[in-house]
């Protein structure tokens, strides 16, 4: 089992930034990348960003030049660094592991708020 924290959510203004934390734990050997999503009231889950174990990332259009994510292997950390933020942008923000391709494992989201 993975079990992943998020924590840095919070209500900011128009413009401003946030930085997202994913504290990962349990069985991480095997994981083979790491990403964000959102789903903002009324829509989707979506992909924010994803990195791979060659630090190899993508990001959706939306927040491309804006997001960068980003991992800390030594404290088994991965951070979302949200900069320029709008209100498109608010949303509960998820932490997600992969093995094998598939986003099995989940954290309990953390409320991303963009005041306008």
């Known amino acids: 089992q993975v079990q992943l924290v998020e924590s840095g959510g919070g209500l900011v203004q128009a413009g401003g930034s946030l930085r997202l934390s994913c504290a990962v734990s349990g069985s991480i050997v095997s994981i083979n990348a790491m990403g964000w999503y959102r789903q903002a009231p009324g829509k989707q889950r979506e992909l924010v960003a994803t990195?791979?174990?060659?630090?190899?990332?993508r990001y959706a259009e939306s927040v491309k030049g804006r997001f960068t994510i980003s991992r800390d292997n030594a404290k088994n950390t991965v951070f979302l660094q949200m900069n320029s933020l709008n209100a498109e942008d608010t949303a509960v923000y998820y932490c997600a592991a992969a093995k094998l391709g598939q986003w099995d494992y989940w954290g309990q989201g953390t409320q991303v708020t963009v005041s306008s």
């Open positions: 990195i791979t174990g060659w630090d190899i990332t």
